[in-house]
């Protein structure tokens, strides 16, 4: 785990009374009461900020899943004065990048067709229209987009979150906003 | 900007399949007793650590170190031995105890002293091989139907209808097909290691297998010629009809591609390390990737299962209900319930019962 997050807020309020601090420690003790409470407060955007840079729902929900996996295997040696969804959200963002790129580089002989996700709920035009825009980015500037957007991080908090100077990111969330806007104002 | 975020839509049925996943995944973690700073002086870390010995060389000899070691790479609760399959049929495994069939109560029959096997289209026979010898045996007493002996022999695969069966395997790097009777032996153009797959469902002998560039190769075996091929994927692991034999799946290094055999178009399933593939009777598809179980089915990916170490092999149960895998470190076989629930019961000293570690060859109908 990197040190260079322990300096991001906690941006999620846990439900109930307990601090998820105290979740964590639970959940470290074995109760999965509190490893539900955490998984469920974090699984909506988890799942959004993967869908969003990989546009694709399958791939999104095993990036999700496979982020909250590695959450488990590093539990017991989570520490619990950090909070805990910047680190999440740092796998899933990295995992959901590393996707977007091995897919572009994927193209077949005969047909290139990805997977379409089956029973996908019908989405809103809005929706619609930001998943087109988004599609126009690369997946780094989706990433910064979803980061800064959906997860509500600042500029200097993503910079950390993704190992990239703060110009860059600033860079990158002028750029892809412009495109986006763009799209969605078509 | 933040009210176009707030309208995509989240998915609680994916939330549900991925909570029963990880519920299971950290069910089975193995909790760390987090160790406390302290000033211990050196010499009193050095006579703990001379306690610690003593209390080790005491103790019975390496039980507890095994035990640890197969808590934290195994499932726990595991049965201490195979002593009926979750589901009706007969499992044909393989290795270095031999052949062996395993039927549903959990009796096991040893067909003799191969190292690969596979079933017959109808299950009704066992194509087995040794290092150089081919053979088909009974699956009710081992008896020997006929024997062929070529060099540096594997994958044995039997296809066909119930009146006209092919076998394919491989010596070298040769795809070689003989007739079902044991006649008619004849070698194909040159193959990656990989085993060649028979479709189903069809009146002719079809063969898909791997050619030495990579490339997925369908083919009519009876008269040599190639109906399709694919461009070339790098480090192809495994191939897979679906039980319809209308869909070939591949497993390479970086991709599985799913190929309509009759329009030719391929399908990218964006999951990278698959090892090894099985369909299931209806249709979905298992993906074996590291420690962890993946399935594919209308057009979605996820995980089915996460183990505490490696994977290997997959087999369905005939009624498409239980996916058996083998956790090889933990000397495990764990049957993962696939339809609802995810129960997942594992059963412990594999090795034991067949005489080392044996691969998951196919799992069978009744007779």
Redesign the interface.
Known sequence: MSSNVGALRLDLPVAGDRTERALIRD????S?EA??QL??SH??RA??AA??VVG???????I???S??AA??A???FDRRRPFGPWLHRIVVNRAID?AR??AL?R??????????????E??A??R???EGLALLQPEQRAVI?LR??LEYTPGEIARLLDLPRGTVNSRLRRG?DR??EA?RE | MRRLFDAVPSDTEAEERAWSVVREAYAHREPVVRRRRSHIRPALVLAAVAVAVVAAALSPPGRAVVNAVRRSIGIEGAQPALFQLPSPGRLLVSGAGGTWVVAADGSTRRLGAYSQASWSPHALYVVAATANELATVAPANGQVHWQLARPAIGFPRWGGTRTDTRIAYLTGNHVHVVAGDGTGDHRLPPSARVAPAWQPETSQHVLAYVDVRGRLTIMNADRGIVARRSRPYMDVRDIAWSPNGRTLALAARDEVALFDVTTGEAHVVGVQGVRTLAFAPDGRLALLRGNGVLLVAHGRVRTLFAAPSRLAGLAWSPNGRWLLSSLPAADQWVFVQARSGHRVLAVSHIRRQFGGEPSLDGWAPEA
């Open positions: 959940a470290q003790r074995g999965v490893f539900e998984f469920r699984w909506p799942y959004r869908l969003l694709d729902a399958a791939a999104a929900e095993d999700a899943q496979e909250f996996l488990v295997r539990l017991d040696r996707w091995a897919r994927r077949e002989s005969f047909s290139d067709v990805e997977l379409e996700a089956a029973g996908e709920r989405p809103s809005h929706a229209a930001l998943a979803v957007y959906l906003l986006l806007q969605v």
